[in-house]
Each structure stands twice: as C-alpha cells, then as structure tokens.
C-alpha cells in the first residue's frame, strides 16, 4: 500500500572491539534506536571484504553500515585503515555503477560511544528511507516479452523450411 | 566403423575471438576433424538449426558454447544446445563471465539503442527508428529476437559443465581440453561438473618480474609511465590485475610490459573478480588520511567497473549498473 512507510533493510557489520560494544552499550543504556538494521559481528572492521557488502547488496539490502576503532585505535594495529581504504574503493565503484551515496557507510564508534552509533544507524535509516528501496536483484529480471519470443523460434524454423521447399 | 563422437561450436554475443582460438591450435585441428564429427559449427561448416533441433535429445557428445546471452535468439540456442548436449562448456570469457559484451550491463536497452540508433555521430535516422522485435509487414508479420536489458553469462542460462577461461582461450589449453574429452568419452574419469577447466593460481605466480612491498602513492595509466621491465608492474603504479587473475596466460602482457588487464577471469575461490581488485588496490594505498585516499582512488583509476569488471561484470555480485541512471552516482 502507498500509504505504508518504507522500511529500509540495513545490514551492519559491526567490529568486535569497539563498534558491537558500542552496540551493547546503547542496549544496556536503554538509547533507542530503529529496528530497520541486522548487525554482523566480525573481528575488526578489516576483515570485511568489499564482496561482503556487495553481497548483501545482491541479495536485497537497502543499505550497509561498516563500524569499527577509531583510527588510531584499531585492536589489530592499523586494519581499520584498511577498511578505511576499502570504503573508499568500494564507495567509487558503487558510484559509478549508479547507486545512491548514502546506501553505503563507515562509521568509527569506540565501546564507549553507544550514543555515537545509535545516532549514526538512525541517521542512515532515515536517508536510506527517503532514497527508497534498492531492491538490486529486481535489476536482473527480463520484461519484454522474451519467452514469447524464444517459443516462436523453433516454428519459425519449421516454417522456414515449407516455404523453400 | 562406430559412429565419431559429435561435437558443437557455437557463438553467441560474441567477437569470434574464440573461434580463432579454435583455429589456433593449427593443424591439430585435423585432429579434431579425426575425432569428432562436427554437428554445428556457424563459423566453418553448413549445417542448420533445424537439423539440430530435429536430433535426439543428448546425441551430440560436446557442445563449446562460447559468447554471452543478450538476446531470446541466443538465450533459445543455449536452451537447445543444452537438451542436445551431454556435456555443455562455456567457452572462453563470454560465457564464462559475461566479458566485454557484459561491460553493456552499465546501460539498459533503450539506452543502448538510443545511442547506437539515435544519437551516435555516424548515424543518420531522422524518424528515430530502433528494432522492435514485431513488425507488419505486407507479407505477414516479421520477429527479430528480443534484445535484454541485461547480458547474462551461460549458466546464467542453462546448467553449465565445464568452463574455459579466457579471452580467448589459450590454444594449448584448448587441445589439452579436446585431448581429455577424447579420453573421458573412451571411460577415462572427467572433472567434476562445475570445473573450471584451467589453473588454480594467479598470472604473479607466472610472472617474472621482482617483487618488493607494495606502497602507492599514485596510480598510474599505461599511457602515463613507460614502466622498467624487471620490477612489478603494480608497484610502479599501474593498476595490474595479475594478482586476482587465473594463470594459464604465462603473464603474456607483463612479459611486454603491459600490465595485466584480467582476462582469464577470477583464480579458483574467488567469487568476485572486482572485490577482490578493490580489497588488493586498497590495501597497498599508502595512506591513512580519508581524503588523500579519496584523491588517489579517483585521479587514478577514473573507470572503477572498465578496470574491476572489463570482464565479468554479468558475472559479479551485483550483475549490472543501476538501470535508467538519470543523474545518478557521480
């Protein structure tokens, strides 16, 4: 129904360190934030490989949040800068194939910083809501009469023949 | 005598490349006419469609299928080719990934036709006429096949068994591949369904250049650098694509300081060739600061997709750019 608010599928991939303690922490705390996002906890923010995100665009998301250390703050030394580089590439090539800015985001949180993230993860639901659905798979599909147009052949084949025989 | 076993060649979206390759395996292509007799093969012998689909279902032995899926006509031959052909190889980069057929996945068709029928300099078509797949004319009604929004690969299409990478194929690949289906047809045991029928490591590991660490300050174009020709050529700045391509090539552009433009597609275990360029490209990026980040990435490699995805992008995660793409992106 038209009148129905878009609900935006966020996936967020959450550094164990620093991003999903603060995740925790704005539970514990009571802070609020909208249900529109499912976290994916991972070691570091560096172990996400740009087809992770590509793959939850694939397979529907709306959006995809990267949280991890503050710069500088990285558990794993400096795999943070990594993710950071990664994003960069990652948000280029998304661009040029066409996708919205906001659909894609990295996010520092430290534990301490529930505030931080809920703050972030209720401002990109808000943006991805008013960009409105991705929905990539649906790019894939054919319309156009198609399999019409592949059942014909082999009749036209047979056709073909009676008129040069 | 018994009967020689048969054997297909098809093309579809295609640049007949891969027939060459065919070719190219020179006179031990009498070898192939020995040991197989040819059913369907466009490029090189007379037969017709209407043959093929008058065949028993599984009567041709192996079908090369090579070229992508980009219309009903092609998307119809895949169908039949497939019923009639025990074993189905997608021959060669086009069927296997789509390759530069597939690069049409960043437009959709009325872009597509707008351009090459409307608004392309050499073109002269004053009542703005495209293809429409059904016409009146006086003498019945006329079909041409249905052009897609989106190039598929082949097995996008049909169930694949094999697939050879390339563009093109290798010849020595080719006939070591003609000489095992010989010996799998005579009870010698075949690779598993779903094979990639190549190596199972990166062009670096084939090429000879030294390597030291990798640290970017700039990514260079090839017309921008003559490169030295004993040092890698990605740590001199050109974006390289050896270290995410599947060997089999014996880094034949490295070898004439030419950097690796990813041909052969994506080494075994990499789902996508493109994410696996980002995350390699990212990580030697020397800097930590956002904005010098951003200013590498977009001075030099100005064509994210052309350079991550020149030959797979129906074959990647996503498939294709966003349809319409009226102001969108960058």
């Known amino acids: ?165 | 005598m018994t009967a020689k076993p048969k054997l297909a060649l098809y093309w579809a979206a295609s640049c007949g490349g891969c027939e060459i390759a065919v070719l190219a395996i020179d006179e031990k292509i009498l070898e192939v006419a020995a040991a197989f007799d040819i059913v369907l093969w466009p490029v090189a012998i007379d037969a017709k469609v209407h043959d093929i689909e008058k065949m028993a279902d599984q009567s041709i032995d192996v079908c090369l299928f090579n070229g992508s899926i980009r219309n009903s006509e092609q998307e119809y031959m895949a169908q039949l080719l497939r019923r009639k052909s025990k074993i189905l190889v997608a021959f060669g980069s086009c069927a296997h990934e789509g390759c530069i057929p597939g690069l049409a996945n960043l437009a959709g068709r009325e872009a597509i036709f707008d351009y090459v029928y409307r608004r392309s300099p050499s073109v002269d078509n004053p009542q703005g006429i495209v293809p429409q797949p059904e016409f009146e004319a006086p003498e019945g009604t006329l079909h041409i096949p249905v052009f897609y929004d989106t190039v598929k690969t082949l097995d996008q299409t049909v169930t694949v068994d094999y697939y050879v990478p390339g563009c093109p194929p290798e010849a020595e690949n080719i006939y070591a591949i003609v000489k095992a289906v010989v010996a799998g047809l005579g009870g010698a045991p075949l690779p598993p369904a779903g094979t990639v029928l190549g190596k199972e490591t990166t062009v670096c590991d084939e090429c000879e250049r030294t390597r030291n660490e990798k640290k970017i300050k700039a990514f260079k174009r090839t017309w921008e650098m003559i490169p030295n020709e004993t040092d890698c050529l990605l740590e001199q700045g050109l974006v390289c694509c050896g270290l995410a391509t599947r060997a089999g090539c014996g880094a034949l552009c490295p070898k004439v300081n030419s950097p690796c433009i990813g041909c052969h597609g994506a080494n075994a275990g990499v789902e996508d060739f493109g994410a696996r360029m980002m995350t390699s490209l990212a990580s030697v990026i020397d800097s930590n600061d956002p904005a010098e980040i951003r200013r590498i990435i977009q001075a030099g490699i100005p064509d994210p997709v052309g350079t991550f995805y020149r030959f797979s992008l129906p074959r990647s995660l996503l498939r294709r750019g966003a349809l319409a793409g009226n102001g969108r992106g960058h």
């Open chain 1, 1 to 165: 129904m038209s009148d129905e608010r878009f609900e935006p599928k966020i996936i967020a991939f959450l550094c164990n360190w620093c991003s999903y303690r603060a995740a925790d922490l704005a539970g514990t705390a009571r802070m609020k934030y909208q249900p529109n996002i499912r976290t994916i906890r991972v070691m570091c923010s560096g172990r996400v490989d740009p087809s992770f995100v590509l793959k939850a665009f694939s397979l529907g998301a709306d959006g995809v949040m990267i949280a991890g250390c503050h710069p500088g703050e990285c558990h794993y030394l400096e795999q943070n800068y990594k993710a950071m580089r990664r994003y960069e590439m990652l948000r280029h090539t998304l661009l040029a194939m066409g996708m919205e800015d906001h659909r894609l985001r990295l996010q520092w949180a430290s534990a301490a910083e529930g505030n931080v993230l809920s703050a972030a993860i209720n401002e990109m639901i808000e943006q991805v809501r008013a960009l409105g659905p991705l929905n990539w798979p649906g790019l894939w599909s054919e319309n156009g009469g198609h399999q019409a147009a592949i059942e014909r052949l082999p009749h036209e084949h047979a056709e073909a023949l009676e008129v040069s025989a």
